[in-house]
């Protein structure tokens, strides 16, 4: 369901939740005092302080006035789970434990990171929830081989920066390349591309939080689309580098070609390294509630 038919958001209760509802938590607002607090206790506690606001830093969507802090994605599913290999409902998802899942939903009050948990539900028609439990089932196997991915988690906030017109990373190219250059929209469509071709080969070791629930959701023969790219950013403008003078109709000829490259969600690859925003704002799901405070 696109943006503009989205409905707006509800209270919720967790007897409403089923199969293949996605759950995108939102953090508290950073806090300085909270970030020494964690260094106390070590370097690497303030590095994961601090991933949880980068990759909503870098990816803060075109709504910037309304800007959160969407640093986690879960899937509510129903598998078998250690104990007395019976089936379990509940919040499946990855962290620095690896795969596990919970039933309980907390967020809001007294409840240290998480303020709030908006959920979408899928409602793509060839949807199917077996197929998505089957899914979470085999990633809930092997979780001893699946480590939570800090790299991964690194990469894609990385990544996040080339996708808007002022940021860190794009600034850089524009500079190197032309403010309206088309090779820079063409050359973050390549490193998605080869990112994600990777991923699909190499699953167990590229997984966060929301490339499970992305990646589920492509084993279940359901990838949902996600907004990637800004537009307004494939004009051509030439390609401003230190060329031999003998190339210059060359490089207008390769500028034509990749002209009409500047969309990438049309790659046929489903992309999977994508953010809990993105998750949120996918075309193929609709609001279905929250838990928490708004």
């Not at 199969?19 to 020494?36: K, R």
């Not at 969507?61 to 409902?89: C, F, M, P, Q």
């Not at 004009?235 to 500047?262: C, N, Q, R, T, V």
Request: proline content about 6%.
């Amino acid at each position: 369901m696109e943006d503009s038919q989205k409905s707006e958001w509800r209270k919720l209760d967790v007897s409403e939740l089923k199969p293949g509802d996605i759950l995108i938590y939102e953090n508290q607002n950073f806090n300085f005092t909270d970030l020494d607090n964690e260094l106390t206790k070590g370097y690497d506690h303030a590095a994961f302080y601090m991933l949880l606001y980068l990759i909503a830093w870098f990816d803060p969507g075109k709504d910037r006035l309304n800007y959160r802090n969407y640093y986690h994605a879960a899937v509510w599913g129903t598998i078998r789970g250690e104990k007395n290999n019976s089936l379990t409902t509940g919040v499946v998802g990855i962290g620095r434990s690896g795969i596990s899942i919970g039933g309980k939903v907390h967020a809001g009050k007294g409840v240290p990171r998480t303020k709030s948990i908006r959920v979408v539900r899928c409602d793509k028609p060839e949807f199917a929830p077996y197929k998505l439990n089957d899914a979470l089932q085999q990633f809930y196997n092997d979780r001893k081989k699946i480590p939570y991915a800090y790299d991964s988690a690194y990469l894609l906030a990385i990544l996040c920066t080339l996708r808007y017109k002022d940021g860190s990373l794009r600034e850089l190219l524009e500079r190197q390349l032309g403010k309206d250059s088309p090779w820079i929209p063409f050359f973050y469509g390549m490193a998605i591309y080869l990112v994600n071709e990777y991923m699909s080969r190499h699953q167990d070791s590229m997984m966060v939080c929301s490339t499970l629930v992305s990646m589920a959701y492509v084993n279940a023969d359901c990838p949902l689309r996600v907004y990637d790219f800004e537009s307004g950013v494939n004009e051509a403008s030439g390609f401003p580098l230190d060329l031999p003078s003998d190339l210059p109709g060359h490089i207008d000829e390769m500028e034509s070609k990749i002209a009409g490259y500047s969309d990438f969600p049309d790659i046929p690859i489903p992309e999977t390294l994508v953010t809990p925003r993105q998750l949120l704002e996918s075309p193929d799901t609709y609001n279905l509630g929250y838990f928490g405070e708004l």
